[in-house]
């Protein structure tokens, strides 16, 4: 066979390939979304749930999954941002370092069923948290953690090292070379990184049934005081996000239309997590021109 | 096979006390972890001159010159005295961070921050604590006009260093640099990735820079070496061979391995 033939194959079985992933992508949206789409109503999305059937609206889990999503996101960005830049500017090269390295890889691998199971142990049952908010987002911070640190380390490794010369040779600490100049770089492959990951946090259910809880209670809406019982910001009422309601409703739903209940929530998941993926996009674009000031 | 010439065979030139140093090394050793890549480096720098460092690729000059400025810190071991306005700057008590701002640095590569062309300028001053609008911009403006770019830019000064040309971008480190206000301005091949005409402007930019400050700079271009520099360093292998008014280096080299160099004949 001679090469120009071995490439002409080789194209097309790639672009078969490549074809078939687009291809099983498409198919599972567009049945998600035409199974869902036409049960999704306004009442729908912001109705409450019937507490014995799991019958009525996902107002309340849509409502807890963006809170949680936002609470998880103000733990796990600070402690990965730290994370991140130890490791990609201060760690030396040596065990301790390839330690620090080989747990985050064992934290990244641990199944998330596993994850919430240790939250459930640890927080709602021996330090007595109950089924809350808090529980829940620090399970999930558990499994935000890896990825983001690791996505922040290659951020910054990724800017070149003759920007952090140009910084130190002008008498900037290191520190501030890293703050100033480095991360406004870096910023734009971050923020993406957040985003999508915050997608993946949306759309977990496996580490949420046991620490954020099973149950939407009605929360009032008017009362924003988060120390208030009722209050939809009260980081230790039991939250039941959006995810974990498809989980239920499937499992045990008692409701009669219980089919379309799932597969209309399964649409509006599906969607928030696409504009998750397309923010973090246009998001990163917007911020890399903010930053380089390439308008 | 590469020639083997003596270190034994030196010619390095020493100054009296009349001459005014800008800086200077006595018996500076450069280590990479077991690699010894600099020895005994003893050179002495005029004020207010442009000294050139030329020698083969591998020869060390890149790491005589960091080494300057402690940006060899954390990279390679570095041992014996730097002399700046009669204190030894490579002693661990010393502040890196102010020696920085008065011993500048430009890389071969032009490194603009991905930041507009006043930003380039102004973030260093700032993070120094100098705040005030006037003298930020006064510093802004002299700058670039002693880097010869102000003629070119100062329309445009929010606009990003990323979108500048090579040659602009190379000038804007410059600025960046002497904004500072340093009294030594040390380049590494500022011009080897320049085309021809920047490389003139690089090149007239740093013959009026030596008026107001003393320029070390590294070259690969023998032509570069001799229409700037008055004092010229030839390094080979990790030793300085010779060290000689630029004019004497090229017309009467004292030993064998420059001759050859300069000759084109070397190895
Ligand atoms: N960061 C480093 N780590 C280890 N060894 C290095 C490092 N930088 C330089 N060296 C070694 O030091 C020696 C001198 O290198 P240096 O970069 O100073 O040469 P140079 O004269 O600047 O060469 P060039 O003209 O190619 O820039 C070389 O043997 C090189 O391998
Ligand atoms: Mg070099």
Redesign the pocket.
Known sequence: MNAKRTDFIATVVIDLIVASVVGILFFLLAYILTAGLPHVSWSFLTGATDAFSGAGGIGVQLFNSFYLLLLTMLISVPISLGAGIYLAEYAKDNWRTSLIRSAIEVLSSLPSVVVGLFGFLLFVVKFKIGFSVISGSIALTFFNLPLLTRNIEESLSAVSRSQREAGLSLGLSKWKTELGIILPVALPGIVTGIVLSAGRVFGEAAALIYTAGQSAPVTNFADWNPMDPASPLNPFRPAETLAVHIWKVNTEGLASNAAALSAAASAVLIIAVLLFNLGARLLGNYLYRRVTASK | MLKQYSFEETAVQTFDDKTSLAMRTEDMQVF??S?H?MFDANLAFPKNQITALI??????????LRSLNRMNDG??TVTGKIWYHGVNINEPGVNIYEIRRHIGMVF?RPNPFAKSIRENIVYALRANGIKKKAELEERIEQSLKGAALWDEVKDNLDKSALSLSGGQQQRLCIARSIAMAPDVLLL??PCSALDPISTVKVEETLLELQKKYSIII?T?NMQQASRISSQCAF?HL?HIMEYAPTGTMFSNPQIPVTQDYIAGSFG
């Not at chain 2, 020698?55 to 005589?64: N, P, R």
């Open positions: 990479y972890g690699n890549a020698g083969a690729s591998g020869s060390g000059k890149s790491t005589y990279i390679a071969q590494d091949e590294v690969h390094f990790g």
